[in-house]
Nanobody
Framework: QVQLVESGGGLVQAGGSLTLSCAASGRTFKNYAMGWFRQAPGKERKFIAG????????YYADSVKGRFTISRDNAENTVTLQMNSLKPEDTAVYYC???????????????WGQGTQVTVSS
């Protein structure tokens, strides 16, 4: 069982930046893909970014493409989401997730962290 702890959420003005971090333990970190999801009030949790086990492949939802960057450090067992040009519609709880596969495309199951709140004011 993997344990995931997110940090870095908070309140930011529109146009600003935040960096979310996730520390993983309990599994061999380099063996699985990692992702970030978010859930806005009253809405479903949605995939926004993913990265393969090696960091060689990344995926982004259209809503964040060009503004968010996912990266990982397999030596430190961490995954990071750099968020730039934030918009009020980015307000949500952000969840770090560990995949069941090395590749995002073949991951059928995700294990979640507890989430961190990001609020973007207009």
């Amino acid at each position: 069982q993997v344990q995931l702890v997110e940090s870095g959420g908070g309140l930011v003005q529109a146009g600003g930046s935040l960096t979310l971090s996730c520390a993983a333990s309990g599994r061999t970190f380099k063996n699985y893909a990692m992702g970030w999801f978010r859930q806005a009030p009253g809405k479903e949790r949605k995939f926004i970014a993913g990265i393969s086990w090696s960091g060689g492949s990344t995926y982004y939802a259209d809503s964040v493409k060009g503004r968010f960057t996912i990266s990982r450090d397999n030596a430190e067992n961490t995954v990071t989401l750099q968020m730039n040009s934030l918009k009020p519609e980015d307000t949500a709880v952000y969840y770090c997730a560990a995949g069941s596969s090395r590749l995002v495309a073949t991951t059928a199951k995700w294990d979640w962290g507890q989430g961190t709140q990001v609020t973007v004011s207009s």
